[in-house]
């Protein structure tokens, strides 16, 4: 079985032990590991079962850890939501996430003023669950499947994926930024950015 083949392949296996585990609140003890996180200087994400931070300034992102990548924990993430926070001006800015996830980026830019977001993703519980993040934050998204996309060209295009789809999609992002637009490249390992 699997554990010789592991054996086989140099592995040290102990042998196989059986040990019953306490009853617990596995939900709050789950919980309990998800603390709000802030990025920047104003933008918090803030887990449901935690209250506000008690800051007149805070923009807090409502986002709990769920199916879909993006809780604002990862670094590639926060250095997305510190980028859109150092933004000059969002209001008349349209933004497109590509690799959506959560929602959290088009989420984050809709409450930091972007004019229209819409967010994409080949994954259909992904785009459920950034559906479902848009309405706990009261924002307005569009969020699809590629197959659902229209080709809009946006003036803030971010893709905080991993390097080698953002080489397979490059001239396809290209395509959607306006001609005065921005690109957010996000995922990339320091030894994939040269390439």
């Given at each position: 079985g699997l554990l010789s083949e592991l054996s086989e392949a140099g592995f040290n296996v102990d042998r196989p032990s059986e040990q019953a585990v306490a009853e617990q609140d596995w939900v709050r003890l789950t919980q309990s590991q998800f603390e709000p996180i802030q990025i920047g200087q104003r933008l918090w994400v803030v887990?449901?079962?935690?209250?506000?931070?008690?800051?007149?300034?805070?923009?807090?992102?409502?986002?709990?850890?769920?199916?879909?990548?993006?809780?604002?924990?990862?670094?590639?993430?926060?250095?997305?939501?510190?980028?859109?926070e150092e933004f000059q001006n969002l209001s008349d800015k349209t933004f497109l996430d590509y690799g959506c996830g959560s929602g959290i980026l088009a989420i984050?830019?809709?409450?930091?003023?972007?004019?229209?977001?819409?967010?994409?993703?080949?994954?259909?519980?992904?785009?459920?669950?950034a559906k479902d993040n848009a309405i706990r934050n009261e924002v307005s998204i569009d969020f699809r499947l590629p197959e659902d996309d229209d080709d809009s060209q946006h003036d803030i295009v971010v893709a905080n994926i991993l390097a080698n789809p953002l080489q397979v999609l490059a001239p396809a992002l290209c395509q959607r930024i306006a001609s005065t637009g921005h690109i957010v490249l996000s995922g990339i390992l320091a030894r994939q950015a040269q390439e």
């Open positions: 887990p449901s079962w935690h209250e506000a931070p008690n800051d007149p300034n805070a923009v807090c992102l409502a986002v709990d850890p769920g199916l879909a990548f993006g809780t604002g924990s990862h670094p590639t993430t926060k250095l997305c939501m510190q980028w859109l984050a830019a809709k409450r930091l003023g972007c004019k229209e977001a819409l967010g994409i993703d080949i994954d259909p519980q992904a785009v459920h669950a």
